[in-house]
């Protein structure tokens, strides 16, 4: 098989998996705390959190593995301008992504607790949502851009 087109599916196929994930667990988690139940905001932020582990983190992984490994097969430069905005634009994801994963946990560890004691999720339950929202916003936007890039390879400047 070739190696560029081997190189180029895997890439292509994490790339869905990454952007994917995150779009359907960043629905499920809006969807479920429009409900309001802290049921349905304990059980979906849980599987939010286990899809991040086994299908977000793997993939993100793979994504700069992959991307070097076609950068090397096509023989471009490292430094090609459209290269080094799009190491930008992931970067700024995974800054967005890694603190968001944390209020995942804490968001489905609060919902357990209150279940657990059949009180209302507390305030800080909240403002971790309104973060985790917020949060989520830059990382869209930033590897909408990665996929903007990835497939007009832009002349940026020089």
Known sequence: MDPYFTAKWL???????????????????????????????H??????????????TPAGLF???????LIWLQGYSLLEPWLIVTYG??????????PVVHLQ????????????????????AHRAFRLWFILGWPAFIALTGVFWLMVSKPDLWG
């Open 63 to 69: 994504q700069p593995a992959s991307g070097l490994w």
């Open 105 to 124: 946990i804490r968001i489905r560890n609060m919902a357990a607790t209150a279940l657990a004691n059949n009180t209302p999720l507390p305030d800080d």
């Open 11 to 41: 890439h292509i196929l994490s790339s869905t998996v990454l952007f994917g994930t995150g779009m359907g667990t960043a629905f499920q988690m809006v969807w479920a705390w429009r409900t309001g139940r802290v049921e349905t905001i």
């Open 89 to 98: 634009a992931y970067i700024l994801a995974f800054i967005c992504w890694a």
């Open 43 to 56: 059980s979906v932020s849980s599987g939010v959190v286990v899809a991040d582990w086994v299908f977000t």
